[in-house]
């Protein structure tokens, strides 16, 4: 139990890293020479001139022994970006879309160039030109309504409730984290974040079911996400010993959860990371379940820490959800700090300290076992 709790607390670390850099194609052998590397060496030691009519002549010729990708290079203009080199960003940016004309992010990001370089003419010119290539972009969509003091249309209700029901579950996730575990105060807490998680993501995995252009991940992340409270909540009001039907049911909304996430990871590039770790996160889970009901149940710290891991898994969904996967809604300046990160960092860290807290020290030893010995199928109370 010990060991899987604190897999499951690396996963999401891992989780946190696949969702802010995404992860690279393996190769085999030695890694081929990325024109990305190239061009910042020439950067270096000749300057971004010299630097542009390299990556012109190459490609002229085909990129020859050199890997050019997109990626790489829009990850080269960020770089300057982040070094306050603004004109040699937007140098790059542009020499990827001259490249990829059809892609609607290279577009996006030299519209950021643009507005950190203070030209908001050319920023909203590219920010439309990534919108006519991808509408949904919601980075650009945001700048470009906030560039030209444009309303949006109005949010549904069930929006509305969605976020608000996000916001109050994060919140209080955050304050239920920071007090002592079985306190009074935290089980009030902890409540009003059951609840409002238990919304947000049954609202949410609704929204994106019966939509149209729905995304099948914020299906499966919300289904995920509800489980997770559930059995953790579960966990928690059960002070007995024996499982039951619910028992049954929630291993098969995990399993269910984990081939949906990992077909997803197989079928569409997009998501391939986020879907393969969450993927490997809701199969450990189901793990747990499947030991949970061939033992009759789980006890003492081990009960504590099924019950913290499963809870702290779902804020961290919904923390970056929010800060990472809604980065739009903050402004320029705060995305390019890297600040958005920090949340998910701090929920992995805080349930690594608790989770060495209960199961590796004195602190909830105490913690009562079974009361009775009841069979394996029959409900507890």
């Not at 089980?187 to 995995?205: W, Y």
């Not at 489980?227 to 269910?256: C, E, K, S």
């Amino acid at each position: 139990m010990a060991g899987g709790a604190l897999v499951l607390a690396a996963a999401m670390g891992i989780g946190l890293l696949a969702t802010t850099l995404g992860f690279r194609s393996p190769v085999r052998g030695q890694q081929p020479n990325r024109l990305s590397d190239l061009l910042s060496r020439t950067i270096k030691s000749s300057g971004i001139d010299a630097a542009v009519g390299q990556y012109r002549t190459l490609r002229d010729q085909g990129f020859p022994g050199v890997r050019e990708s997109e990626s790489d290079t829009n990850r080269l203009g960020y770089e300057l970006l982040g070094r306050d080199e603004k004109e040699g960003a937007i140098q790059v940016l542009q020499l990827n879309g001259e490249t990829h004309r059809t892609s609607a992010n290279v577009y996006d990001s030299l519209g950021e160039a643009y507005l950190a370089a203070g030209n908001k003419a050319l920023a909203v010119e590219n920010y439309r030109r990534a919108l006519a290539i991808d509408p949904k972009m919601k980075t650009a969509v945001a700048e470009l309504r906030r560039l030209t003091d444009s309303k949006g249309m109005p949010y549904r209700p069930i929006v509305l409730f969605h976020i608000g029901a996000g916001v109050l579950g994060i919140l209080s996730g955050a304050v239920a984290l920071s007090l002592r575990k079985g306190s009074r105060r935290h089980g009030v807490v902890g409540s009003v974040f059951v609840v409002s998680m238990l919304a947000m993501s049954a609202s949410g995995a609704y929204r994106a079911f019966v939509d149209p252009d729905g995304e099948p991940i914020n299906v499966l992340m919300g289904l995920l996400t509800f489980y997770l409270v559930a059995t953790a909540w579960l966990t928690a009001r059960r002070r007995t010993a024996g499982t039951g039907p619910l028992d049954w049911g929630a291993l098969l909304v995990a399993m269910a959860a984990a081939t949906g996430l990992v077909r997803l990871g197989m079928t569409d590039g997009r998501f391939a990371a986020v879907a393969f770790v969450f993927g490997g996160v809701a199969l450990l889970a189901a793990v747990g379940d499947l030991r949970r009901i061939t033992r009759g149940g789980v006890f003492g710290a081990g009960r504590i820490a099924r019950h913290l891991w499963r809870m702290c898994a779902a804020l961290y969904i919904a923390v970056t959800s929010f800060f990472l996967g809604q980065s739009q809604v903050f402004p320029y300046e705060v995305r390019r700090t890297g600040l958005l990160v920090v949340p998910g960092v701090l929920v992995v860290l805080t349930l690594i300290f608790w989770l060495v807290r209960v199961l590796f020290t004195q602190a909830y030893k105490r913690a009562a076992a079974p009361k009775t010995n009841l069979a394996v199928g029959q409900v507890s109370t």
